[in-house]
Structures are given as C-alpha cells and as structure tokens.
Nanobody, 125 residues
Framework: QVQLVESGGGLVQAGGSLRLSCAAS????????MGWFRQAPGKEREFVAT????????IYAKSVKGRSTISRDNAKNTIYLQMNSLKSEDTAVYYC??????????????????WGQGTQVTVSS
C-alpha cells in the first residue's frame, strides 16, 4: 500500500521560510515524478512544483517560481519543498503527490496517482 506522509507545515510570518517534506513508502517509485499541490480555503487545488525521478527536471508554478526549490532524495523516497519569502497568499494545505510519468505530464495534467493527507501552511501578514 502506497503511503505519502507530509511534514514541515506550520505558522510563519510573511517573509519567512518553511521546508516541507514528503516521505513515500509502499513500492518502488523509479521513473515516477513527484510533486506538490496546494489548496487554499474556498479555492480549487493548484499545482505548485514537480520534479522528475532523476531530479534533472523541475517545474514550478509562476506563483512560487523564484521563491521555492523542490528536491528529492531517492534513497529515502523523499521530496522536499523549500519555500522562501512566504506571502499570505501561500496559505493553504499542501499535498504531496506521485505520478507514474514525467514531471511535464504531472505539471501539465495536474495529475497525481497517489496523494498524501496534506500539511497546513499558514502565513501571517
């Protein structure tokens, strides 16, 4: 059974930083893209960032590009999202996802085949 467990969310002041982690287990994820989505209150879920299996391809949403860095450690089946210069509009539940395909497909289709439970990020202004 595939499990994704996010951690690292919390309350931070605007301008601060957070590092989210997502640990995956339950199968081999070779050649799978992994990524982050978020959902703010009253809004639809939106794509944040994705990374290919090799780590050689990363894609970011315009809203976080330049302020966030996605990375992965395949030995630990874990991905990370370092978020800097946080804004109040970054407040959302952040979900980790895995897609059995490319990072480009994950970003374009905004698709995940497995999802975590989410971690709350609250940015106070």
């Amino acid at each position: 059974q595939v499990q994704l467990v996010e951690s690292g969310g919390g309350l931070v002041q605007a301008g601060g930083s957070l590092r989210l982690s997502c640990a995956a287990s339950g199968r081999t994820f070779k050649d799978y893209a992994m990524g982050w989505f978020r959902q703010a209150p009253g809004k639809e879920r939106e794509f944040v960032a994705t990374i290919s299996w090799s780590g050689g391809s990363t894609i970011y949403a315009k809203s976080v590009k330049g302020r966030s860095t996605i990375s992965r450690d395949n030995a630990k089946n874990t991905i990370y999202l370092q978020m800097n210069s946080l804004k109040s509009e970054d407040t959302a539940v952040y979900y980790c996802a895995i897609h059995a395909g490319t990072a480009q497909a994950m970003a374009g289709l905004q698709r995940g085949d497995y999802w975590g439970q989410g971690t709350q990020v609250t940015v106070s202004s």
